[in-house]
């Protein structure tokens, strides 16, 4: 892949840059200098707002994007504006077989409103029988390995099938979530999958997603309004108590901090986050 297109330096340095300054030329997976080219495309779309990062990404990458959804309150302003857009983005969802409820509702729920199918990945048959056969049913309270084997067979290696062949991976992460995804930006290069990691709500807070939210009108799950901020699978999710961190719902039986399932963490164990400018 050639050299950069922009003059990247003098956008972080210069006047407010535009989306006119084309910040994705020759950005994807074969790009050989990512620095650079996501710091382009970073300040690029710094005063863009999540729908029209969410073009752009469509229209200047140059492959497949996938998005991943979780039905949480982040995914569903995202899943709005690229089904209601009509953006050619594959938008997934891992069924790790143990959702709330209410999330399955949210699921048909939001099918029906944006007249499209989510497309649903599964955990693979026989790691999952051979995993439940050694654990349990219920064997992630057992121990942070059994969470992170059950984790692992339900949900991260799905997502290494939906990314197969993905120039890039749009998620609903944000940087205030918590200290470990503190680092988020909108761009990242995720060296062990080989492609662009998009987060377009990387500087929203929840409280401007969820106004936004109900200002379009946009389905979100009930569980939010019961304590429950950051919803996963039902037994391994709980509503929080006033003044507890947004993600300290999730595994709270675990005292790391870094909660996370693994879809968003590195070979060494941390999370996977935005190229700071060179
Ligand atoms: S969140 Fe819990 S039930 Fe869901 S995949 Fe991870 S350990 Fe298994």
Redesign the pocket.
Known sequence: MGSVAVNWKNMLTGPAPTIAADPVAGLDAESDDHAPRLAALTAGLALADPRERLRVFAERLPRRLVFTTSFGIEDQLLTHHILGDGLPIDVVTLD???LFPATYTLWQTTEERYGRRIRSMQPDGPALAALVARQGING?YGSRD???A??G???VEPLGRALDGAAGWITGLRADQSGARGAVSLAAWDGERELLKLAPLFDWSRERVAAECDRLAVPINPLHAQGYLSI??????RALAPGEPERAG??WWEQDEAKE?GLHVGADGRLVRGAAPA
Request: glycine fraction near 10%; charge should be positive.
């Open positions: 790790a077989g143990r992630f059994a969470r992170l059950c984790c067979v339900r949900k996963g699978c039902e037994p391994c999710t999730r595994w399932c």
